[in-house]
DNA sequence: CAGAATCCGTAACGATACTG
DNA sequence: CAGTATCGTTACGGATTCTG
């Protein structure tokens, strides 16, 4: 416990990272975690990411399947990830219109890293709300101890 | 692309993970992927997790290492990552007194998943930007050709 | 069908001042 | 030192309407 880290793996790499970090100009663009990690924290980015990865889809066929999206939303956030050539649109010129959105190569290349993210998230949620089960309690006890519950 | 497809190999559990998701109430709570995933986008907090890799820190040692947060932002991310069990508080009943926030091993073991996106995100940083330079350039030439600059 | 444009409520975040 | 409380702003995102 107080020899040489065991490191599982990441923790190395995360604790340079946090160094390039902190030696870097705080301005957004020049920095990967910045620019990029809060753009895949956009609120539906990731998973229409994973809505793409079996095939192409259509604009309405994402709708319908992110039943809570609204289309302004869907649009936004196809733009985004269009913009940063993480998937591709193509419109075929049919009358009515029919736009396809695809993965990228780009894109592709971050299912592996998304994958982990979402199997960790997966393997952890129980434990995530028992936690959060744990932190409520603990919250009563403290305002119910001496005074009354509030909020 | 007509037959077994490659599946670089996040591909198929990315595509499985979407179908449960599909498959899913769409309330918040119950999915991995809203649940988790949307905490993790919020705006600090993987920062913080990063900050908190090579030992535990005091308040006010975050509060400097990060140097463009909030005091409020700063409480509300440490206490969204107490909450879900991701790093623990500890209080030293000094005066004046002082806090320190140290990874739990729910959070140790988020390090893997998250040093891999951290990669993917340096790694791409470049290409990144190279496309939205280009689609910022296709955008100005679309408006451009038949009309003026806008924006 | 695939959006663009408009309107609007909410929630996130920052700045400041105050407290144990 | 480590917060809490309050205020103000902004930016995100939903609902609706209009268009090629």
Same mark, same amino acid.
């Given at each position: 416990?107080?020899?040489t880290?065991?490191?599982?793996?990441?923790?190395?790499?995360? !604790?340079?990272?946090?160094?390039r970090? +902190?030696a870097?100009?705080?301005?957004? !663009?020049?920095c990967?975690?910045?620019?990029v990690?809060d753009r895949?924290g956009?609120?539906?980015?990731?998973?229409?990411?994973m809505?793409l990865?079996?095939r192409?889809r259509?604009?309405?066929?994402l709708?319908?399947l992110?039943p809570d999206?609204?289309?302004? &939303?869907?649009?936004?956030?196809?733009? &985004?990830?269009?913009?940063?050539?993480? +998937?591709?649109?193509?419109?075929?010129?049919?009358?009515?219109?029919?736009?396809?959105?695809?993965? !990228?190569p780009?894109?592709?290349?971050?299912?592996e890293p998304?994958?982990?993210?979402?199997?960790?998230?997966?393997?952890?949620?129980?434990?995530?709300?028992?936690?959060?089960?744990?932190?409520a309690?603990a919250e009563?006890?403290?305002?119910?101890?001496s005074?009354?519950?509030?909020?």
């Open positions: 416990m107080k020899e880290k065991p490191s599982p793996a990441g923790d190395l790499r995360v !604790a340079e990272s946090f160094r970090w +902190v870097m100009p705080v301005d957004q !663009a020049s990967p975690v910045r620019d990690l895949l956009e609120k539906w980015v990731t998973l229409l990411v809505a990865v079996e192409p259509r604009f309405s066929e709708f319908r992110v999206i609204s289309k302004r &939303s869907l649009t936004q956030a196809l733009r &985004s990830l269009e913009q940063d050539g993480i +998937v591709t649109r193509h419109v075929f010129p049919t009358t009515p219109p029919a736009v396809e959105y695809r993965l !990228a780009l894109g592709a290349t971050m299912l998304l994958a982990a993210m979402i199997a960790w998230a997966e393997d952890n949620h129980g434990r995530i709300r028992a936690a959060r089960r744990r932190y309690a009563a006890k403290r305002s119910g101890a005074g009354s519950a509030s909020s």
